[in-house]
């Protein structure tokens, strides 16, 4: 785990993206429209750091950063979380579909 004193970020266990990091505040906030400017701020700064501790570790050809904002829109956990995933060339057929392409098991519409 990494942070800042509002945010930590680490990686996200269950898939099969080697890399794939979550950034989450540690105050409880329900989704990104929440976050004070602060957090805001913290996040986009820990996905610079995490591009760069990836960048070192894994050597992607491309990144997906992705947040979904309340059910309609696909999040599940209610606590903001922003997903950092590395992409590979090839790693899948089309990569058009985004985060949801990114991981297999998010693919159903």
Known sequence: MFGSPH????ARLRTNRPG???IIPYRHVADFFDATDAEL?????????????????????????GVNVRKAAGQ?????HLH???????DVKDPRGGVRGAVPEKRVY
């Open 7 to 10: 945010l930590m970020f680490g």
């Open 20 to 22: 794939h990091l979550l």
């Open 41 to 65: 701020a913290a996040l986009l700064a820990l996905v610079r750091e995490a591009k760069t501790l990836l960048d070192d570790r894994f050597h992607p050809d491309g990144y997906n950063i």
């Open 76 to 80: 599940t956990v209610m606590h903001l």
């Open 84 to 90: 950092v995933i590395p992409r590979y060339a090839g």
